[in-house]
């Protein structure tokens, strides 16, 4: 499913942005969505949207990975400025290799990393190539 599937409010029925999609979206509109990378693989579906409170952006999206219904699947911390929103499909597009992301650092569902810890964040944002933070 899809944020055009998700906007249950509306948000979208009359977007005329100009740009290559919705200039402002409803970040529960997007959980869900699937990403992919530039191979076309796909890679799995963002589960949440991490939100910096001090500087008011968002910082990451939560990825899920592998698994079988949520059994065995790994999480990953995306940098948000490390997706590419893919109007075209309405998905997101990752530009990783798939066993790259294998090798990725990641956590379990019942064990979150402290994503305001500045050593994670580097290392994260090092992984990714992002420059947030």
């Given at each position: 499913?899809?944020?055009?599937?998700?906007?249950?409010?509306?948000i979208y029925r009359k977007?005329?942005?100009?740009?290559?999609g919705p200039a402002l979206m409803g970040a529960d509109?997007?959980?869900?969505?699937?990403?992919?990378?530039?191979?076309?693989?796909?890679?799995?579906d963002i589960k949440?949207?991490?939100?910096?409170m001090s500087s008011g952006t968002v910082?990451?999206?939560?990825?899920?990975?592998?698994?079988?219904?949520t059994v065995g699947e790994k999480l990953f911390a995306v940098p948000w400025?490390?997706?590419k929103l893919d109007t075209v499909n309405k998905r997101f597009l990752l530009d990783v290799d798939k066993d790259?992301?294998?090798?990725?650092?990641g956590f379990d569902k019942d064990d979150w990393p402290d994503m305001a810890d500045q050593t994670w964040?580097?290392?994260?944002?090092?992984?990714?190539g992002s420059t947030l933070h």
């Open positions: 499913m899809n944020y055009l599937e998700r906007d249950t409010l509306g977007e005329k942005s100009g740009g290559p509109t997007l959980i869900g969505d699937d990403v992919y990378n530039l191979q076309d693989e796909k890679l799995g949440e949207i991490m939100l910096d910082a990451y999206a939560v990825l899920s990975f592998g698994g079988l219904l400025d490390a997706l790259n992301l294998k090798n990725a650092p964040i580097n290392e994260i944002n090092s992984y990714y």
